[in-house]
Structures are given as structure tokens and as C-alpha cells.
């Protein structure tokens, strides 16, 4: 499957790419099952806060000078790709579920392949073609609603709103990938490092949110409902923002960036099986979506 110079360095992009998609998916069900007030922008802030509090500790241990075009081009990835694209992932998710906004998600690695093709010139072979055509179809099938599939979310939940949201995180998400990939393909920064600045960047140009969040905060009666949500707070913020970024580094730092990104869109086929506890019935199209993402995967493999 992969062999040859270098195997052992693709290997371990794949196995952090696969990584990352696993964290992302039960960070995504934790968020999903957080009763909060606060809107997604907050709620995306407070994530990045507390994820740059969990890495700082590392940086003072592993923390390398870098050129001031690689300061520009993380900054920028973090601002397009966290502060931007999770915004938009969170205002998704809440209005199609942890299932479905996962599998729209799964468009990034068409137009991360499209544009590593036409700015890093990285061709992907047939195979991986055929993977990501799959995947494709698998994005498809998951945005279309079943009638009967036994949802709990409402019929406008599930409209083209959250869709186009979905998407648009979806176009973030691949921006900041592909300017993170320049950076970390020329070998000059750690995957905990890159992890660092980026949620750095996304945190500074958020913080005139701070305020609201601090109110928001401050407004809750009881000190009960808060001690069940910070446990649920701080393991996504845990597994989506302190592991899963830093393992997307390392897959974007081992893999070509549409072979990285298409690996990462397993998180699709792993919601399936939490989708019972969100309450949602995949139903014949989000199993068949499933498949064809783990075939689609395993196309790119090869």
C-alpha cells in the first residue's frame, strides 16, 4: 500500500491525518451535546483560548526562531482556517447535526486537491482521483435529507442555510490548510509549534468577542449547570483544538495536502457510529455515505 523512500514518514502522516479525524469527530459530538447560550464566534473563541493555554507549556520547551514570512503565512492560516472556519463549522453544526456537517466537511479535500494541484503542484495519481470523486458523492448523499429518517431536527434545521455554512467553513478550512502546508513542507516549524500560532492568530482577532463571552458567563444563575459544562468544554477543547490541530500539522507536514485533507475527512464515516447518541438515524444514505468515504480512503492509499 505505501512503500518505498520515505514510507515511514507517509505512514506517519496518514496515522496523524486518521488521528485528528477521530478527535475531531467526538470533539464534535461533545460541542454539539454542550447546552450553551453563547454563539458560535464565542463559543469559538473560548475553545482557542483554552487550547492555546493547553500548548503554551509545550512552546516553552520546543520553541524555534522562524522567518517572518512563516509568522505571516501560519497567522493567516489560523485566521482563515480557526477563527473563520470554526465559527462557520460551529453555526453548521448546530443547525444540521455532528453527522452531517461532518460529511459536508468532506468536500475540503476536492478543493484542497484542486489547489494543490494549481499552487504546490502536487499531482494525485488515478486512484486517488477515484478517492476523491467518492468522497464527493459521499458529501452529496449526506446533504440530502431522508423523509422519515427519524432525525429530531427540524425540517428548516436541516435547509440550505446550515448547507451553505457547512460549505463555507468547508472553503476556510482548505484556505488555511494550503497556506499551513507551504509552511510546514519546507520543514521549518514543529506541529505543536504550528498549532500554537495558528490558535494564537485566530485568538488575537477575536478577542473584541471577549467581552460578550465574559457577560455571557457572568449572567448564569447556579453554580450546577456549570460544573456539568466545563467537563464537556474542556475535552473537546482537549481533543478538537490541542490534539487534532496539532495531528492535522503533522498529516499536512508528512502528506501532500489533498491526500492529508482527504484522510482527515474520515471523521464521516466514524460519526456514524455516534449517531445515535446525537439522536440522529443515519439512515440507508448516511451508511452508504460511510462506505464510500472509507473506500475513498483507501483509494488514496494506495
Not at 72 to 87: E, N, P, T
Not at 178 to 184: D, I, P, Q
Not at 196 to 221: C, D, E, K, M, W
Amino acid at each position: 500500500m505505501i512503500a518505498g523512500p520515505g514510507a515511514e514518514v507517509l505512514l506517519s502522516g496518514a496515522l496523524a491525518a486518521l488521528a485528528a479525524a477521530l478527535c475531531w469527530t467526538l470533539a464534535s459530538f461533545c460541542w454539539r451535546r454542550l447546552p450553551s447560550s453563547l454563539g458560535a464566534s464565542e463559543l469559538n473563541l473560548l475553545k482557542n483560548a483554552l487550547g492555546l493555554a493547553l500548548l503554551l507549556p509545550l512552546q516553552l520547551l520546543h520553541w524555534q526562531a522562524l522567518p517572518a514570512g512563516a509568522w505571516l503565512l501560519m497567522g493567516a492560516s489560523g485566521v482563515l482556517g480557526i477563527a473563520a472556519g470554526d465559527s462557520l463549522f460551529f453555526a453548521a453544526l448546530r443547525r444540521l447535526g455532528t453527522r452531517r456537517t461532518l460529511t459536508i466537511e468532506a468536500a475540503a479535500p476536492v478543493v484542497t486537491t484542486l489547489a494543490g494541484l494549481a499552487l504546490l503542484a502536487e499531482w494525485p495519481s488515478r486512484s486517488q482521483l477515484l478517492g476523491l470523486a467518492l468522497v464527493s458523492a459521499a458529501v452529496l448523499l449526506a446533504a440530502r435529507r431522508q423523509r422519515g429518517a427519524g432525525s429530531v431536527l427540524a425540517p428548516q434545521a436541516v435547509s440550505s442555510q446550515g448547507v451553505l455554512l457547512a460549505l463555507l467553513a468547508v472553503l476556510c478550512a482548505s484556505g488555511g490548510a494550503l497556506l499551513a502546508r507551504r509552511v510546514l513542507a519546507a520543514q521549518l516549524i514543529s506541529p505543536w509549534q504550528a498549532a500554537s500560532i495558528r490558535l494564537g492568530a485566530a485568538t488575537l482577532v477575536q478577542l473584541p468577542l471577549a467581552p460578550a463571552l465574559l457577560s455571557a458567563a457572568s449572567g448564569r444563575v447556579g453554580p450546577r449547570p456549570a460544573r456539568r459544562r466545563w467537563p464537556w468544554v474542556l475535552l473537546a477543547t482537549l481533543l478538537g483544538t490541542t490534539l487534532g490541530i496539532a495531528l492535522q500539522q503533522s498529516a499536512l507536514a508528512h502528506l501532500p495536502l489533498g491526500q492529508a485533507m482527504t484522510l482527515m475527512a474520515t471523521a464521516p464515516a466514524m460519526a456514524v457510529v455516534l449517531a445515535p447518541l446525537d439522536r440522529d438515524r443515519p439512515g440507508f444514505n448516511g451508511l452508504l455515505a460511510a462506505l464510500l468515504a472509507a473506500l475513498g480512503v483507501w483509494l488514496v492509499l494506495q
